[in-house]
């Protein structure tokens, strides 16, 4: 798995190249997410008894079982067989699990600085400017929505 990257938020965001996020606050998350992130927690701990001075402790995510960061390509070979084995194919790429959530929280009705804060980036003008293709249809829904005012 890729490692985590927090800008503003606590809520880390899949990122292939930068190693940035410490373990955020697990309260806000939702229970199955929170059960996984303490699972997780567990077999990192065990990593490090295991492996004692050897094991490098950077406080990140997603690492593998020495602590070390995980390779991009690494989380792309991951993720395409986690993929095929549910049955999607191995045609998926790590970032479209990027767009389909700004999508999905767009079509929601989630307002674009929340958005924004949720996948790393500066400011709103990043993700509008990032993700434009996907946000368009809701420029046209909130243009009929005026018109029906």
């Not at 699972?39 to 990192?44: F, I, P």
């Not at 400011?123 to 005012?149: F, I, K, M, P, Q």
Request: charge should be positive; glycine fraction near 6%.
């Amino acid at each position: 798995m890729p490692r985590a990257s927090c800008a503003v938020s606590q809520v880390p965001v899949v990122s292939l190249t930068t190693n940035t996020c410490q373990w955020p606050e697990l309260s806000v998350y939702r229970p199955p997410v929170r059960q996984a992130l303490t699972a997780l927690r567990r077999e990192q701990a065990a990593d490090r008894l295991r492996l004692g001075e050897f094991y490098a402790a950077s406080g990140l995510v997603f690492a593998d079982s020495a602590g070390r960061p995980v390779w991009p390509q690494q989380a792309g070979h991951t993720f395409k067989a986690l993929c095929e084995r549910a049955g999607l194919g191995r045609d998926w790429q790590l970032r479209e699990l990027r767009h389909t959530f700004v999508s999905q929280m767009s079509q929601a009705g989630v307002d674009l600085e929340t958005i924004a804060d949720h996948v790393g980036h500066v400011n709103s003008n990043v993700t509008r400017g990032v993700y434009r293709h996907l946000l368009a249809d809701e420029v046209v829904t909130a243009a009929a929505v005026v018109d029906r005012l």
